[in-house]
């Protein structure tokens, strides 16, 4: 099969993964923050990728997370062309909210719409996952999965990749600000423990039963409830400058519940309308401005569709 298109441009939105208590397992789509792709296609054998985004990039194209991911969708496809690949804008690397996975998204998304969409989307986050494996060394879908199919999806398990798409409460809004600061996946892993005791292990899944519960039936306050972490956010907290702080002040504003995005450094609340989100996001501001750390903030809606064709 030949291309149906030459060139396209593609985005895909960044993510928060973890969602408190789902380590590894859960993630959520954030509207309004992405990377955008242009992709073209030409008869050949080869990869070329170019940075015309704000963002520093790798100019090996080996340690670039787009490389791995579109290798792996054409090995599946059978597919051998002159690629090349230019990212228009980016999240900033290292923010906590996806910067990898919309790009590796992005790209695998362009490509299967170029190619007439030979893979359905929840076939497309393995080879998307490629690209979070080159900079962390696992291949996760939490971040991956949202980015190409939108909304909040449940990873299952991972052997086989089992994959659950949770409805979004139509209510739902989430703010996210992103201090610059820089928090590495090594050291947000490496200060995790090896070991959780059972008392603890016991909160954290009922906090996940609690908030898939939550989800599936709309029910914002047992959201609220459950969206706690008491295996990750404990320990990586201390990595945010006056992070209980913030919390509270979050909270007071209205939130239902905040956390860590991801590894950090950035930090999430989800509200139960686009107002107290925004309040959420003044106090947001507010913390990190009076602590003199630059910022960047974001409030929107949970969209429904992740990757996607920009016109």
């Not at 099969?1 to 030459?6: A, D, E, G, L």
């Not at 396209?8 to 923050?33: H, K, Q, Y």
């Not at 909160?203 to 959201?223: R, S, Y």
């Amino acid at each position: 099969m030949k291309p149906i298109n030459k060139t396209i441009r593609v985005f895909a939105p960044a993510s928060s993964a973890n969602l408190g208590c789902g380590f590894d397992v859960m993630g959520m789509a954030l509207d309004g923050i992405g990377d955008v792709l242009r992709i073209a296609i030409s008869e050949g054998d080869g990869l070329t990728i170019r940075n015309a985004s704000a963002a520093e990039l790798p100019e090996d194209i080996e340690k670039n997370v787009i490389t791995p991911a579109v290798r792996a969708f054409m090995a599946a496809a059978g597919k051998k062309a002159c690629l090349e690949i230019v990212v228009e804008k980016k999240i900033r690397p290292g923010s906590g909210i996806g910067s990898s996975a919309a790009s590796s998204a992005a790209a695998v998304f362009g490509l299967n719409e170029l190619y007439g969409r030979p893979f359905p989307l929840p076939e497309l986050v393995p080879f998307a996952m490629e690209g979070e494996k080159l900079i962390s060394g696992t291949a996760h879908a939490d971040n991956s999965a949202p980015a190409v199919m939108g909304g909040i999806v449940l990873i299952r398990g991972y052997q086989p990749l089992d994959m659950v798409r949770l409805p979004v409460p139509d209510s739902f809004c989430f703010s996210v600000i992103h201090p610059h600061i820089v928090v590495s996946t090594k050291a947000a892993r490496d200060v995790l423990r090896k070991e959780i005791p059972m008392r603890e292990a016991v909160t954290q899944w009922g906090n996940v039963g609690g908030l898939v519960a939550g989800i599936m039936t709309g029910d914002l306050p047992l959201i609220g409830r459950s969206m706690r972490d008491v295996v990750a956010e404990p320990y990586r907290k201390g990595f945010i400058p006056g992070y209980d702080d913030l919390k509270s002040a979050c909270l007071a504003a209205g939130a239902l519940c905040v956390n860590i995005s991801g590894s950090g450094p950035s930090v999430f609340a989800l509200s139960d309308s686009i107002e107290k989100a925004q309040q959420v996001g003044k106090a947001m501001k507010k913390h990190f401005t009076a602590l003199r750390i630059a910022n960047d903030l974001y409030v929107s809606h949970i969209p429904s569709v992740g990757a996607r064709v920009m016109e």
